[in-house]
């Protein structure tokens, strides 16, 4: 076991996913080839880089994009001064960071964010300093409950439950166990979602929350199998969920149970990781498109990332959310005269954005002006591991999650279809 995790984290340390790479030109801004030179406009962002992982792949895309931005003319001539601050895992310190950016250097919007603490700390700061956050990677509940934050990616129980929903569907699940990370409002709220939709469905489910780098993987996956599920849906990040794998790979658990995980373990490195003995039984859901889509947009953040970020810059699902969450951001301030952007202003255009399109999502992106809290992005896909890559084994489906109910009826309401 040791030899093995041993070899896992060698792995998974080496990091340069690069998604095959893009051949054309990186596509930012006005396209003009000059650099911005005029008066910088603040954007902050807080991710949790130190800590028991690192958690900042969305604010190191968004940055390799303002990067590209500012060498196209930023917005009308200004650039982005894009502050990113590590929270360290830690609240205290995530509410100290949201004061220093928002009060002391002036941010107009807060973009990329992408932490297990700051939504928690930080979100009623947020609204009363009247900012806006188009966050990266929301965690935590408070970051999809809070009229202020507005997340790309659908969040660790829309993303569980479109798992779920799709070992139900497609795997044929009668009884499930959920892991998730024993993290506040993070793996119990996950978690209680698959709970509720086994209640409504009327089958056997329980919930295992373990403390991420300190759980004894093997003892985990036995309690989980002492139940005899049919399925068991992780929530861990990828460092977590990998351990967990192979404990229950050595207990020959793969070929009695069906695993299946939210999006965190969606990484290119994980297959190979992993190895054959998962080949068509670790399915994982897709919060954005293939991560080697060959698609337009998709090529677009792999040149951008190629050619504005770091060799070693994950080339993952967050770095995705991180580059949508900065296009976002660069469509709302576009639309404001560049000697007129305010806090004010810019939280208003990001509120007017009701259809933003990129084939890296599966359904157009909306803000939801006026709306108690925002979970636009809650169609996903799913795919298998096989041959030590991914395969894409659904078309995009609406997360089955009952805790959705006011967001599928406001969409109704506004004419938006997922």
Avoid at 193 to 218: N, R
Wanted: net charge negative; aromatic share 8%; glycine share 10%.
């Amino acid at each position: 076991m040791k030899l093995r995790l041993a070899a896992i984290a060698a792995g998974l340390a080496f990091i340069v996913m690069s998604a095959g790479g893009a051949s054309a030109a990186a596509v930012c801004g006005e396209g003009t080839g000059q650099a911005a030179t005029g008066e910088p406009i603040v954007i902050g962002a807080i991710t949790g880089k130190t800590g028991p992982d690192d958690f900042s792949n969305s604010t190191r895309a968004a940055k390799a994009y303002f990067d590209c931005l500012n060498a196209n003319g930023g917005i009308h001539g200004r650039p982005v001064q894009y502050m990113v601050e590590d929270d360290q895992w830690n609240p205290e310190i995530a509410a100290q960071l949201a004061a220093k950016l928002v009060d002391d250097q002036k941010a107009v919007l807060m973009v990329g964010n992408s932490s297990f603490v700051e939504c928690g700390a930080n979100a009623d700061f947020y609204k009363k300093s009247g900012i806006t956050v188009v966050a990266g990677v929301g965690v935590p509940r408070e970051c999809f409950f809070a009229s202020a934050i507005a997340p790309t990616n659908a969040g660790p129980r829309v993303s569980m439950l479109g798992a779920m929903g799709y070992a139900l569907d497609q795997l044929g699940a009668k009884s499930v166990v959920c892991i998730g990370p024993n993290i506040p409002n993070v793996g119990s709220w996950s978690c209680d979602g698959v709970m509720l939709l086994a209640k409504e469905k009327g089958f056997p489910a329980s919930t295992i929350l373990i403390d991420q780098g300190s759980a004894d993987s093997t003892s985990v996956m036995l309690q989980a199998a002492s139940s005899n599920p049919d399925v068991i849906v992780l929530g861990m990040s990828k460092g977590s969920a990998v351990p967990l794998l192979v404990a229950a790979e050595e207990q020959g658990l793969n070929e009695k149970i069906k695993f299946v995980s939210a999006a965190s373990a969606y990484d290119l490195s994980v297959p190979e990781t992993i190895g054959p003995g998962w080949d068509g039984k670790f399915y994982v859901n897709m919060e954005f498109n293939d991560l080697e889509a060959t698609t337009p947009d998709n090529q677009n953040w792999l040149a951008v990332m190629d050619e504005y970020g770091q060799k070693s810059d994950p080339r993952d699902t967050f770095a995705q959310a991180g580059y949508l969450a900065a296009r976002i951001a660069e469509k709302a301030l576009m639309s404001i005269d560049p000697a007129n952007i305010t806090r004010e202003t810019a939280g208003k255009a990001v509120a007017d954005i009701k259809a933003f399109e990129s084939d890296i999502f599966c359904a157009p992106w909306y803000f939801g002006a006026d709306q108690p809290r925002h979970n636009a992005n809650s169609t996903t896909r799913m795919a298998v591991s096989e041959g030590g890559k991914w395969k894409v084994v659904s078309d995009c489906a609406p997360s089955p999650d009952p805790e959705l109910a006011d967001i599928r009826a406001f969409e109704k309401s506004a004419g938006i279809t997922q």
